[in-house]
């Protein structure tokens, strides 16, 4: 049997130890980063627009996120405008109860990873923007993951920051709706 010389059998060594750190370290997700998990091949239809949603485009690749940035004393996100009534543009009924919700509740989706699998369903959040707050319960969740269907209006999948919030929290905030959307804080209620 042929053995190799000890510096070839070094680099070898080596080079398989490297390899491994580096396949390790790939596949642990960077400590508060959250990275596209895959994209979603777009699909157009019947998207309705009350509130001016962004709608799927054929062929277009959307971003798919399983997680959701740390939450945080105040965690940074985009506020964005969403009707919880039937017929609107939040597609089907929250998740959370099943029901659709006016659009004068102060209710809000939150994006996958900060759904938390409906772990928060029900939670009231801090909302805060240009330094007025309010609170408002989570009842949905703004899918991260699918989209470009019936059942989600033909959106894309939501970015993973995302608090979407009805007419009444915008209103509570002193906000524009046509805005569409806003850079906020938020955290979970520790009332």
């Given at each position: 049997m042929a053995t190799c010389p000890p510096s070839i059998a070094m680099a070898i060594f080596l080079l398989v130890t490297l390899s491994a750190s580096h396949i390790t370290s790939a596949l642990r997700p960077s400590l508060g980063v959250c990275r596209a998990s895959g994209y979603l091949p777009g699909k157009a239809g019947h998207c309705e627009k009350s509130n001016?949603?962004?709608?799927?485009e054929d062929g277009k690749r959307y971003p798919q996120y399983h997680c959701s940035p740390p939450v945080t004393s105040s965690t940074r996100a985009v506020l964005t405008l969403n009707s919880f009534e039937k017929g609107k543009d939040g597609g089907g009924p929250s998740a959370c109860d099943n029901a659709y919700h006016s659009d004068k509740e102060m209710v809000v989706a939150l994006s996958t990873g900060w759904f938390e699998n409906m772990g928060r369903c029900g939670d009231r959040?801090?909302?805060t923007a240009n330094e007025n707050s309010v609170y408002a319960k989570v009842v949905d969740e703004c899918d991260s993951v699918y989209g470009c269907d019936d059942k989600h209006n033909y959106e894309p999948p939501c970015q993973n920051n995302i608090v979407?919030?009805?007419p009444a929290v915008w209103n509570a905030l002193g906000l524009d709706q046509n805005v569409g959307e806003l850079d906020i804080t938020?955290?979970?209620?520790?009332?």
């Open positions: 001016d949603p962004d709608c799927c959040i801090k909302i979407d919030a009805s938020w955290s979970d209620n520790d009332n």
